[in-house]
């Protein structure tokens, strides 16, 4: 069975220190991998998309960015975080070639607070 | 524009009794419809996928619904437990060629059971 990983659960960070947040999805290849974030008070806001190891599509210009080194792993990244980066970070997958209305899978998310 | 609203923003009940939440979207062109289950601090859960064609469809003591003529959906929880206690968000996936990535987030209605 399909299994997604994401790390750490929370995490703390002062202003204007650097992000690595990772996700790694097991029991499937080729997935298509999402970020999303979900500030207090807030729907959830897609990030980035990844249909591919190196493909990474942005939905919002802002302070971060996403990296897929492998094929089942997703990297989001900062070089210098904001206060306003806080939030609940969520890393999903889906299953490629499937549409609707099949899989798109989250995992437990990261709380971010910058301070 | 692409907009999914949730009503009520929060609700309390009694252990065992039921509830309906609302959702009303404008979402073009529409796809499906997903109703999520979150826990607090934890990534969401699909609960269930309708389709256009599709008007009822039930999870155990979830029944969601679906009218696409008034683009109005509900989520009807019979015989609360507390473990219902969680945000249900609705999400409206928009027509994409591609990878179904088009997903508009409602910002959910946060529903909590009192025993």
């Known amino acids: 069975s399909q299994t997604i990983h994401q790390w750490p659960a929370t995490l703390v960070q002062p202003v204007g220190s650097p992000l690595s947040l990772e996700c790694t999805v097991e029991?499937?290849?080729?997935?298509?991998l999402y970020w999303y974030r979900q500030a207090a008070g807030r729907g959830l806001q897609l990030l980035f998309y990844?249909?591919?190891?190196?493909?990474i599509s942005s939905e919002v210009p802002q302070n971060l960015s996403a990296s897929r080194p492998q094929d089942r792993q997703f990297i989001l990244s900062s070089k210098k975080l904001l206060l306003s980066d806080s939030g609940f970070y969520l890393c999903?997958?889906?299953?490629?070639?499937?549409?609707?209305?099949?899989?798109?899978?989250f995992g437990s998310g990261t709380r971010l607070t910058v301070v | 524009k692409n907009q999914v609203e949730q009503s009520p923003q929060s609700l309390i009940i009694l252990e065992g009794k039921n509830c309906t939440l609302q959702?009303?979207?404008?979402?073009?062109?529409?796809?499906?419809l997903r109703w999520y289950k979150q826990d607090t601090g934890r990534g969401p859960v699909s609960l269930t996928i309708?389709?256009?064609s599709e008007n009822t469809k039930s999870n155990g003591r979830y029944t969601a619904t679906l009218d696409a003529d008034t683009k109005q959906s509900s989520l009807h929880i019979t015989a609360s437990q507390l473990s219902d206690s969680a945000s249900y968000i609705c999400?409206?996936?928009?027509?994409?060629?591609?990878?179904?990535?088009?997903?508009?987030w409602g910002l959910g209605t946060s529903l909590a059971v009192n025993p």
């Open positions: 999903a997958w889906s299953a490629t070639g499937q549409g609707f209305p099949y899989g798109y899978t």
């Open positions: 309708m389709t256009f």
């Open positions: 959702c009303n979207y404008t979402v073009s062109p529409f796809s499906n």
């Open positions: 999400v409206v996936s928009v027509s994409h060629a591609g990878n179904n990535r088009k997903l508009i």
């Open positions: 029991g499937t290849s080729n997935p298509n």
């Open positions: 990844s249909v591919g190891i190196g493909q």
